[in-house]
């Protein structure tokens, strides 16, 4: 069965922290690992990442797959309360079209 | 920039009751998509569209589901007959290459 563990499940940090979160999959015949953030209703996207090794970045945030090992992480830098929200991690494999989310992280960063 | 949008944001109804959640997916977007989200847990995925047909649904989606695009710009997911447990946030979602979903802000179903 797939599955996509994300930690830490909570995180508090304050204003100017740089903070790591985890993401491990197991799906078959991977395709893509994707990356939302989720503040009062819809996750917002953030990151596709297909190819191992190459990081996206988009400013202050980041993040990497590693294919080998099977996970990714997502960098938030300087951290600013409105970061504040819960991060999402989902695989999709290229046997459909189903997003497989993890549990999320919920980030609160505070002044 | 476009957005998808759903409404009612949010819809009660009591328990055996027929509803219709609707969507409005980006206007470019070909791919459309379903998931739900429990109080407390994971987005599940319910099922996806293409070329006015189901294309992947999930064992959730069961006979007391559909989806339609009736028109050419909505997209709706009908629960036929609720129950208590399928009180969640309903997420629309549409993209244009089947890589990146887009999600609209959820509509809140509490079942009664």
């Known amino acids: 069965e797939d599955k996509v563990v994300q930690s830490p499940l909570s995180l508090v940090v304050h204003e100017g922290d740089t903070v790591t979160l985890n993401c491990s999959y197991e799906?078959?015949?991977?395709?893509?690992l994707l990356w939302y953030k989720q503040e009062k209703k819809a996750p917002t996207f953030l990151f596709m990442l297909t190819s191992s090794g190459i990081e996206k970045k988009s400013g202050r945030l980041s993040s990497i797959l590693d294919k080998k090992e099977l996970f990714s992480i997502l960098n938030i830098t300087a951290t600013q309360t409105g970061d504040s929200a819960v991060y999402l991690c989902?695989?999709?494999?290229?046997?459909?079209?189903?997003?497989?989310f993890g549990k999320g992280t919920s980030l609160l960063v505070t002044p | 920039e476009p957005e998808v949008t759903q409404t009612p944001s949010h819809q009660v109804t009591q328990m055996g009751q027929e509803v219709i959640l609707r969507c409005v997916p980006i206007s470019n977007h070909l791919y459309f998509y379903w998931y739900r989200q429990i109080l407390g847990q994971k987005v599940e995925f319910l099922v996806s569209?293409?070329?006015?047909?189901?294309?992947?649904k999930s064992e959730i989606f069961d006979d007391q589901f559909s989806v339609e695009r009736p028109d050419g710009s909505n997209f709706t997911l009908k629960i036929r007959s609720t129950k208590l447990e399928d009180s969640a946030m309903y997420f629309c979602?549409?993209?244009?290459?089947?890589?990146?979903?887009?999600f609209g802000p959820g509509t809140r179903l509490t079942v009664t």
């Open positions: 799906v078959t015949n991977f395709r893509s």
């Open positions: 569209f293409y070329n006015n047909e189901i294309s992947e």
């Open positions: 989902a695989a999709i494999s290229n046997s459909g079209y189903a997003l497989n």
């Open positions: 979602a549409s993209d244009s290459t089947a890589y990146e979903q887009y």
